[in-house]
């Protein structure tokens, strides 16, 4: 397993092998005793799923009281994923990791509590996996606008398809008070 490690120290990147013949590929997607050995204690809890088509932008989401940690990947198609720091306090607060994922690359990427998280599709379309170490919790939404020029994230795409509720996302600016200290 060849880990990538990204410009801010707790996103991860993994590049897991690829046993191919030609009957088509294998890899083992999630060793729970592995993946600690690299920095992902906690154990996952929930599975989602999402298919999104070429110009889609989801992002940037957290939650608030209930962080959970990701490790995504994509099973058709490629995106632009990307996570941000937003611990007040972190030495890495506002810095953001992109990285190309794809059905082809097989890459993944852990991105840890407190960070933001969200990607842009590159493909025609895109199926995108991910697990969370904490359950979902209506209401414990967070975002930040996917073009805050204080993060000054560049997105491989001009024009993104937002969903409205993404669409009206603060800037950092607008909800420091709201982020959590470490």
């Given at each position: 397993?060849e ?13 897991p092998?690829?046993?191919t ?28 799923q ?5 110009n ?10 209930y ?16 996570a ?18 794809s ?20 493909s ?9 170490t ?21 997105w ?8 409205v509720k ?17």
């Open positions: 397993m880990i990538l490690r990204s410009s801010i120290p707790e996103v991860i990147v993994i590049a092998p690829v046993f013949d030609s009957r088509g590929y294998f890899l083992e997607t999630y060793q729970q005793k592995k993946y600690a050995e690299l920095g992902i204690p906690k154990p996952f809890v929930q599975d989602n999402s298919y999104s088509t070429k889609v932008l989801r992002g940037l989401h957290f939650q608030l009281r962080p959970q940690g990701k490790l995504v990947r994509v099973t058709q198609g490629t995106v632009f994923d990307v941000i720091d937003i611990r007040k306090n972190s030495p890495t607060f506002g810095k953001w990791h992109g990285e190309i994922l059905a082809e690359n097989h890459k993944q990427m852990y991105i840890p509590e407190n960070f933001a998280h969200g990607f842009c599709v590159l025609d379309s895109a199926e995108f996996l991910y697990k969370c904490d359950f979902y919790v209506p209401g414990d939404e967070g975002g930040l606008i996917w073009n805050d020029p204080q993060l000054g994230i560049q491989p795409i001009d024009t993104p398809i937002l969903s993404d669409a009206e996302l603060p800037q950092v600016a607008d909800i420091l008070e709201l982020l959590p200290s470490d």
